[in-house]
C-alpha cells in the first residue's frame, strides 16, 4: 500500500522554524516529484513548493520564497520542508503529495499524506 506520512508540525511564535517531513512507504519516493500545499477551512488547498523528482528542481510560492526550503534526504524515503521565519498567515494543515509531474497544482499528484497542523501564534 504506497502511503505518505508527514510529521513534524506543531505550534510556534511568529519568527520561528519547523521543519516539515514526508515519508513514503510501498513506493519508492525519488522516482516521484514531491509538493507541498496547504489549507485552511473555508478556502482552497494552496502549492507551497515542490522538488522535481530528477535533478532536485525546487520551485515555491511567492508567498513563502525566502522563508522555505524544499529537500530530498538521499538516505530515506523521505522530502523535507523547512519553514523559517513562520508568520501567522503560515498556519494551515501541510500536506506532502506524490506525482509525475512537478507542480503548485493539486491535481497533478496521485498520492497523499493525512496532513499536520502548523500553527503560527503568540
Known amino acids: 500500500q504506497r502511503r505518505l506520512v508527514e510529521s513534524g508540525g506543531g505550534l510556534v511564535q511568529p519568527g520561528g522554524s519547523l521543519r516539515l517531513s514526508c515519508e513514503a512507504s510501498?513506493?519508492?519516493?525519488?522516482?516521484?516529484?514531491v509538493g507541498w500545499f496547504r489549507q485552511v477551512p473555508g478556502k482552497e488547498r494552496e502549492g507551497v513548493s515542490f522538488i522535481t523528482r530528477s535533478y532536485g528542481i525546487r520551485d515555491y510560492a511567492e508567498s513563502v520564497k525566502g522563508r522555505f526550503t524544499v529537500s530530498r534526504d538521499s538516505n530515506k524515503p523521505t522530502v523535507y520542508l523547512q519553514m523559517d521565519n513562520l508568520k501567522p498567515e503560515d498556519t494551515a494543515v501541510y500536506y506532502c503529495?506524490?506525482?509525475?509531474?512537478?507542480?503548485?497544482?493539486?491535481?497533478?499528484?496521485?498520492?497523499w499524506g493525512q496532513g499536520t497542523q502548523v500553527t503560527v501564534s503568540s
Open positions: 503529495a506524490a506525482g509525475a509531474i512537478a507542480s503548485l497544482e493539486s491535481k497533478r499528484y496521485d498520492y
Open positions: 510501498g513506493f519508492t519516493l525519488s522516482d516521484y516529484a
